[in-house]
């Protein structure tokens, strides 16, 4: 796996978000994906940030091991199930063109619900938030967007926050949910041959900046102004979507 410096600044710089996204502001993952998608072609690149994602999982969960809030978890993981299998389908039949378009076209989506998600949460009414087939479209989306671009984040956020979760609940509900489906998604990845023995050599390089992230988000993210550095984030996701599309 031979990268020039740029690439190398890029992948580091991706870990480090990777970290930071887990412990700190959860939809900073996006713009890790696209800064992978960068340095890699599109295919391989959501193979190679998963273990990524793994090491910053562990990491969030033992951090927040005891404010994870189960019962939203257990209604949404058979859902999630069903879109990673369906997720899983449409991997093994794209190439990489069309998978780029698809994860910048993602991308883009996912931002402009992020960005409208205050305003469905003022019209969605606590009935309609806890009905089933609002929990069976956000778990058939997340496994979708999980599977063939590690992009769930938006999703994931909205269905938590229609839970009416705590700033710690939200992290550490979301840490043990991603924990569990990056894991199931492992065979998947492997079967693709999207994780392999390089793969693997690549992310233990990446976990000293991954811990870098997410040391980052537990002790740095609090002083910060958190809607300028968000707003900031979400440029530079927006422009890294823009690239993948053309």
Known sequence: MHLDTLQIVLAVAAAVVVGFSKTGVPGAGIFAVALMAMVFPA???VGIILPLLITGDIVAVVYYRRTVVWKHLIVLIPWVLAGIVLGFFVMERIEDRPLSILLGVLILALLLLHLLKDRLEQKLNFQLTQSSWFQASM?????????VGNVAGAITSIYFLSKGLQKNAFIGTGAWFFLAVNLIKVPFNAYLGMIDADVLLFAAWMVPAILL?????V???PRLSQS??????????ALGAIRLLI
């Open 43 to 45: 295919k391989q690149s």
């Open 139 to 147: 778990g058939i989306l997340a496994g979708f967007a999980t599977m």
């Open 213 to 217: 992230g997410t040391w980052f988000g």
């Open 219 to 221: 002790k740095v993210v």
């Open 228 to 237: 300028y550095f968000q707003a900031s984030i979400l440029v530079l996701t």
